[in-house]
């Protein structure tokens, strides 16, 4: 879409949009049937066309609450890319039909809490330390793990499941609790433990946190994929347990969608 002299790609990470619309349905009924048939046609193609772009990913969600109607989740690495888009997107279905409700800007990220090396040795029995065949084979073992956990992390793969779940989040900075002000080590430790909780639900949730920090209203935005409502409410309610998210995390509002192909979205959303 853009020319290769003006990209505007990261030094690390690609760009992730959640883009979230209210259908103007009297707008809607103003066009002809020949016209709405274009419209569809234009944003499936639309659609289609994006997906085809180079480390390019494009959910279509059914919104399910009346917040919202249609959703878009987007991961591209370049900011141009990006921003093309969402311009695309707001009138593939003509003009004044879409109306923005919410829309997120986020970068995916790795964790800066993430296990060292050194600190997964330490984990290990003393007989395998101890052993430099044992060692390394364990060091290798866990230098593969890592690599796949910051590629998906980084340069992640949407997952097909359908239940999909954003909201955006904040660390506290008031008076008595501020998540910044805390030594790094203590962050860790309460981090490694807020993660612990994450790992309890392994094949059912997906997380995918993207930073946000001078892009948008808050830190981060944390985008969970399920198979069914309840894991979503499972693993939020038990997060809010954890010291992380009960001492030191603001939370903004939450959307669910359902990922759907267009053609049955256009029916759900009678179009």
Known sequence: MTDKNTTLVPEEGWHCL????????????????????????????????????DSTQLLTLGMVTPKADIGFMLITPDLHNANSIEKRLSLSLGPDVLTPVYGYLSLTEESEYITTEEEYAQTLESSVRKDPAKLEEALRSFRERIKHYRQERVYPTLPDWPVVCFYNMSKRRGEQRNWYALPYDERRKLMKGHASVGREFAGKV??????????????????????????IKAIVYKMRFDPVSAE??????????????????????QL
């Open 248 to 269: 030191y995390a603001d939370f903004g509002e939450f959307y669910i969608g359902i990922q759907l192909p267009l053609d049955e979205l256009f029916r759900r959303l």
């Open 206 to 231: 997906k997380q995918l946190i993207t930073g946000s920090t001078g892009l948008d209203d808050a830190e981060w935005g944390v985008t969970l994929f399920a198979r069914d409502t309840f894991q």
């Open 18 to 53: 959640h883009l979230f619309y209210r259908i103007e349905y009297g707008q809607w009924q103003l066009l002809s049937r020949e016209e709405q048939n274009a419209a569809k046609t234009n944003l499936a193609s639309l659609v289609q066309e994006v997906r085809a772009m």
